[in-house]
């Protein structure tokens, strides 16, 4: 019995011939706020996309609350209470938001319902004004409060987020961060995937570091914040 | 024409456009929103026939034969799905076209083995075989009635089937970005199954309450095939309001070509005309909008 929620060993992901990942072990405890962090095309798209399943590791193992889910179809690893909110958004542009909402709507692990459509209109305010609209009539901001809000519709034990601030105006991109901060405080697991160190460094209890598809650092988001020269190398900031 | 005639051939027209629209609503649904060229649709609204046939002689009622052979078109939907079609999700649509033009030829020989090559007949069922008296010479039958009924309320349970359900808004989001569907765990080749079963239910209900006015004979589907597929590229691949609309008009261009053509000056002039109307409509709907009636743009 491991205390992890999410827990991945020995990932090697490929697209094609060419070798992505090489070896990557990554995990989650219940609760805890994971910050994923690398330059442009270090493989962290790809190692999300493996732990959810929509890009099959060629070796290693994927652990969800303590079932073996590596060979387990999407749904099935989104049912043990995994929610993604992919790059680019993922939206149904032909949907409503409303409808965009509703439909994703289920009952967490052990049948927990606290997120309600009334505690994700609670949430998103901005999106209760919208409900009747497309979702492809949202801005961009919009967009992304969609996209996580549908995925609280799913009541999940983690969120995974990829670049959910990427190309968002600074007021935009404060409102999603301080969403994500009372997601965790909320109880939700977190995996974020975000260029920007001191928003993410913020929230997150843990930062992990890809650098060509292998992990080079593993710490608390503070020790990474005493250590300057790790990010210049590392991240390029 | 007098407004007799006019009538009568405004009902068949929306009687037979209604009557596509249960054929095509599943073809454009399978190409929309699962990405198959189903060529094999046509197929099942000749096994909808047959099976009409074969059990209302058996049970000796149509009605219970029109029950039982729902109940074997779905079966016959999901099975198909389960062991062929869902292995072509990810291929090119020329094994799509190769597969289901296969099908083609096993349902036509299969119905050639059990029932031979002969045209046969159904017959209306005793309650519904009634006619309205329009003029002294004219009437209209009930049956043909019965059946634009039937399909209008068809079409209403698909609209609110697919506008209003979680399981339609699911349908939707699945056309529209197959992956997240997954990410939010839905089983969406479950769904699929779901959505091919229905649009095999559909054609070969079609067929069914078809066989008594239309007869059942060999090649019935590949005809209607090709009619459904104009009606799904004028409405918009994918688009179930688009075949509604698109087979109301094709069900009146094509009674009135067929009319019209006989009437110009007593000889019959070009006899081919009547046959190509809906391809002249389709063209000139293409011409306006490449993407169909209420097709996606680009
Ligand atoms: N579908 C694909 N086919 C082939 N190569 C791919 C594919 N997707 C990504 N790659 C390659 O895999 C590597 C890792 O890509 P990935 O998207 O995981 O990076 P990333 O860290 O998420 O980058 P970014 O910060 O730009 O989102 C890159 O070199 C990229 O070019
Ligand atoms: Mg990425």
Redesign the interface.
């Given at each position: 019995m491991t205390s992890h929620l999410l827990e991945a060993r020995g990932i090697h992901t490929y697209y094609g011939a060419s070798h992505i990942l090489h070896g990557v072990d990554f995990s989650v405890r219940p609760g805890e706020t994971v910050g994923l962090m690398g330059r442009n095309g270090m493989g962290k798209t790809t190692l999300l996309r493996s732990l959810?399943g929509?890009t099959r590791p060629r070796h290693g193992e994927v652990r969800i609350a303590g079932a073996d889910m590596t060979q387990a179809?999407?749904?099935a690893i989104?049912?043990r209470g995994v929610?993604?909110v992919?790059e680019g958004r993922?939206i149904?542009?032909?949907?409503s938001v409303r409808?965009?909402l509703?439909?994703?709507?289920?009952a967490g692990s052990g049948g927990r319902r606290d997120w309600t459509f009334e505690r994700v209109m609670q949430t998103f305010p901005r999106l209760a004004q919208r409900l009747r609209h497309g979702g492809a009539q949202l801005s961009g901001g919009e967009q992304q409060m969609l996209t996580i809000g549908?995925?609280l519709m799913?009541n999940p034990d983690l969120l995974i987020l990829d670049e959910a601030t990427e190309g968002l105006a600074p007021k935009i991109s404060r409102e999603i961060w301080g969403i994500i901060n009372q997601i965790k405080q909320a109880g939700i697991a977190a995996v974020i995937v975000d260029k920007n160190f001191a928003a993410v460094s913020a929230v997150a209890d843990r930062i992990v570091i890809l650098v060509k598809g292998a992990t080079v650092y593993e710490g608390a988001s503070a020790e990474l914040r005493a250590q300057p020269e790790l990010h210049v190398k590392y991240l390029g900031v | 024409m007098d407004t007799n005639t006019f009538l009568i051939q405004v009902l068949n027209g929306i009687q037979y456009g209604l009557l596509l629209f249960l054929v095509a609503s599943g073809l454009t649904l399978i190409l929309g929103i699962m990405g198959i060229i189903n060529l094999a649709h046509g197929s099942f609204y000749m096994v909808g026939a047959y099976l009409a046939f074969s059990l209302a002689q058996h049970f000796g009622s149509l009605w219970l034969a029109m029950a039982g052979g729902v109940v074997i078109a779905v079966a016959i939907g999901l099975l198909l799905e389960w062991l062929l079609i869902s292995k072509l999700y990810h291929r090119d649509h020329l094994y799509q076209v190769l597969l289901t033009y296969g099908l083609i030829l096993i349902f036509e020989e299969l119905r050639s083995v059990v029932f031979g090559d002969d045209v046969h007949g159904v017959a209306i069922p005793e309650m519904l075989r009634a006619s309205i008296p329009l003029t002294e010479t004219l009437s209209y039958p009930v049956y043909r009635l019965w059946m634009s009924a039937v399909c209008i309320v068809l079409a209403i349970g698909m609209y609110l089937l697919i506008q209003k359900t979680r399981l339609g808004m699911t349908i939707r989001a699945g056309a529209a970005n197959r992956e997240m569907v997954q990410s939010l765990g839905i089983n969406i080749n479950l769904l699929y199954r779901l959505v091919f079963a229905l649009g095999v239910a559909l054609a070969a209900f079609a067929g069914m309450i078809a066989a008594p006015v239309a007869s059942v004979f060999p090649g019935m589907g590949n005809q209607v095939l090709i009619v459904c597929f104009v009606v799904v590229v004028i409405g918009g691949i994918g688009s179930v309001k688009g075949a509604m609309l698109a087979a109301i008009l094709i069900g009146l261009v094509d009674t009135f070509g067929k009319v019209l053509t006989l009437q110009i000056g007593g000889v019959q002039l070009l006899p081919e005309l009547s046959g190509m109307m809906i391809y002249v409509l389709m063209a000139a709907v293409l011409l306006a909008r490449p993407q169909g009636l209420f097709g996606k743009g680009g």
């Amino acid at each position: 019995m491991t205390s992890h929620l999410l827990e991945a060993r020995g990932i090697h992901t490929y697209y094609g011939a060419s070798h992505i990942l090489h070896g990557v072990d990554f995990s989650v405890r219940p609760g805890e706020t994971v910050g994923l962090m690398g330059r442009n095309g270090m493989g962290k798209t790809t190692l999300l996309r493996s732990l959810l399943g929509l890009t099959r590791p060629r070796h290693g193992e994927v652990r969800i609350a303590g079932a073996d889910m590596t060979q387990a179809a999407p749904y099935a690893i989104a049912r043990r209470g995994v929610a993604y909110v992919p790059e680019g958004r993922g939206i149904f542009p032909n949907l409503s938001v409303r409808e965009n909402l509703v439909m994703a709507a289920r009952a967490g692990s052990g049948g927990r319902r606290d997120w309600t459509f009334e505690r994700v209109m609670q949430t998103f305010p901005r999106l209760a004004q919208r409900l009747r609209h497309g979702g492809a009539q949202l801005s961009g901001g919009e967009q992304q409060m969609l996209t996580i809000g549908r995925a609280l519709m799913t009541n999940p034990d983690l969120l995974i987020l990829d670049e959910a601030t990427e190309g968002l105006a600074p007021k935009i991109s404060r409102e999603i961060w301080g969403i994500i901060n009372q997601i965790k405080q909320a109880g939700i697991a977190a995996v974020i995937v975000d260029k920007n160190f001191a928003a993410v460094s913020a929230v997150a209890d843990r930062i992990v570091i890809l650098v060509k598809g292998a992990t080079v650092y593993e710490g608390a988001s503070a020790e990474l914040r005493a250590q300057p020269e790790l990010h210049v190398k590392y991240l390029g900031v | 024409m007098d407004t007799n005639t006019f009538l009568i051939q405004v009902l068949n027209g929306i009687q037979y456009g209604l009557l596509l629209f249960l054929v095509a609503s599943g073809l454009t649904l399978i190409l929309g929103i699962m990405g198959i060229i189903n060529l094999a649709h046509g197929s099942f609204y000749m096994v909808g026939a047959y099976l009409a046939f074969s059990l209302a002689q058996h049970f000796g009622s149509l009605w219970l034969a029109m029950a039982g052979g729902v109940v074997i078109a779905v079966a016959i939907g999901l099975l198909l799905e389960w062991l062929l079609i869902s292995k072509l999700y990810h291929r090119d649509h020329l094994y799509q076209v190769l597969l289901t033009y296969g099908l083609i030829l096993i349902f036509e020989e299969l119905r050639s083995v059990v029932f031979g090559d002969d045209v046969h007949g159904v017959a209306i069922p005793e309650m519904l075989r009634a006619s309205i008296p329009l003029t002294e010479t004219l009437s209209y039958p009930v049956y043909r009635l019965w059946m634009s009924a039937v399909c209008i309320v068809l079409a209403i349970g698909m609209y609110l089937l697919i506008q209003k359900t979680r399981l339609g808004m699911t349908i939707r989001a699945g056309a529209a970005n197959r992956e997240m569907v997954q990410s939010l765990g839905i089983n969406i080749n479950l769904l699929y199954r779901l959505v091919f079963a229905l649009g095999v239910a559909l054609a070969a209900f079609a067929g069914m309450i078809a066989a008594p006015v239309a007869s059942v004979f060999p090649g019935m589907g590949n005809q209607v095939l090709i009619v459904c597929f104009v009606v799904v590229v004028i409405g918009g691949i994918g688009s179930v309001k688009g075949a509604m609309l698109a087979a109301i008009l094709i069900g009146l261009v094509d009674t009135f070509g067929k009319v019209l053509t006989l009437q110009i000056g007593g000889v019959q002039l070009l006899p081919e005309l009547s046959g190509m109307m809906i391809y002249v409509l389709m063209a000139a709907v293409l011409l306006a909008r490449p993407q169909g009636l209420f097709g996606k743009g680009g």
